[in-house]
């Protein structure tokens, strides 16, 4: 059977408060149909596209985003829940001029 991936971007840095998971957190999240893998992302540690490769060896589809922020009791989401069909890395534009970013579809 495979498993749900949920991917809980962390903005502004911070940790999870400990004993939350993300299915409590968000009403737009319900009950998964299976096993769930949780994975922290983080800008400078784990970025979303190597949370998206990690999860897909993992066996894990569909993968969900989740952008938040750490306060002291939950985290806050910041933007609704989004289901990813992947997730690229951009390294240059075509004029040649280097822009790191990510592409989310």
């Not at 498993?3 to 968000?26: H, S």
Request: with cysteine.
């Amino acid at each position: 059977m495979m498993k749900q991936g949920v991917i809980v971007f962390l903005m502004g840095g911070g940790e999870p408060p400990e004993g939350v998971m993300p299915g409590t957190l968000y009403q737009g999240f319900g009950q998964p149909t299976g096993p769930t893998e949780v994975l922290v992302s983080q800008p400078g540690i784990l970025e979303l596209d190597d949370a998206w490769h990690f999860l897909l060896a993992r066996g894990c589809e569909p993968i969900h985003l989740l952008v938040t922020h750490a306060e002291q009791d939950r985290l806050r989401p910041l933007y609704p829940l989004v289901r990813l069909s992947g997730v690229a890395r951009v390294a240059a534009d075509p004029s040649g001029v280097c822009e790191n970013g990510r592409v989310l579809h």
